[in-house]
């Protein structure tokens, strides 16, 4: 399995003010992904982060609010723009390869939005 | 709509005994299922997947059965160990779980009592 790292691990921030997370994989993968876990809920899909291209984002997350970049084979990052307090939630990176069996995740980055 | 459902948000078993975590899905698309254990403040650890061309997978003290007629999957420990305390999630895919992005469950947290 990969390693994986997330930066911060955790922040607190001003609405209105937006915060860039950082997921960086020890190994080249071909898949990356970004979730987001609202208190007391499941893990939510934001979006499939393609190297090179534009991201995939799921139905209710738009680009203008989750920015994606993913430069590279082993490195991606969420920026979470003009935050809300709606927005704290513990966002999670995961990776995987195309035809793979499983998907492997970073240990997360909690938000608190004021 | 949750496509995944975990309707036991806890379960208490006692050490040595058969743990049962149950998931029911009601969109036929998925083919791919996994399970996955979450400890507080990390990300989520894989743990057994299946394709819905088994019934049964097994591995170690964890074996997952799947009921595809009835949408139905359940995760099974033996015996309980006071390490398996933790929230387990299901989760679910269209293709296997590597390449694509999974949709969860909302969780069950399993207490193992000594």
């Known amino acids: 399995s990969a390693v994986i790292s997330q930066k911060p691990s955790r922040d607190i921030c001003q609405r209105g003010t937006s915060l860039t997370i950082q997921c960086q994989v020890d190994?080249?993968?071909?898949?990356m992904f970004w979730y987001r876990q609202q208190p007391g809920q499941s893990l939510t899909l934001i979006a499939t982060?393609?190297?090179?291209?534009?991201?995939?984002?799921e139905s209710g997350f738009v680009i203008d609010k989750f920015p994606i970049s993913r430069p590279n084979l082993t490195f991606s990052t969420l920026t979470v723009s003009n935050m809300s307090p709606e927005d704290s939630s513990i966002y999670l990176c995961?990776?995987?390869?195309?035809?793979?069996?499983?998907?492997?995740f970073g240990p997360g980055t909690r938000l608190t939005v004021l | 709509d949750q496509q995944v459902k975990q309707n036991s948000p806890s379960l208490s078993v006692q050490e040595g005994r058969i743990s049962i975590l149950n998931c029911d899905y009601t969109?036929?698309?998925?083919?791919?299922f996994l399970w996955y254990k979450k400890y507080p403040a990390e990300g989520p650890t894989f743990l057994i997947s299946?394709?819905?061309?088994?019934d049964k997978n097994e591995d170690g003290r964890f074996t997952v059965f799947l009921n595809k007629s009835a949408k139905h999957l359940s995760l099974h420990i033996v015996p309980s160990q006071p390490g398996d305390s933790a929230v387990y999630f299901c989760?679910?895919?269209?293709?296997?779980?590597?390449?694509?992005?999974?949709?969860f469950g909302k969780g069950t947290h399993l207490i193992i009592q000594p």
């Open positions: 995961s990776v995987g390869h195309r035809g793979g069996s499983e998907q492997f």
């Open positions: 190994s080249q993968v071909t898949m």
């Open positions: 982060a393609n190297q090179g291209s534009e991201a995939t984002y």
């Open positions: 969109n036929s698309m998925f083919d791919y």
């Open positions: 299946i394709s819905s061309i088994k």
């Open positions: 989760a679910a895919s269209s293709s296997r779980g590597g390449a694509d992005g999974l949709t």
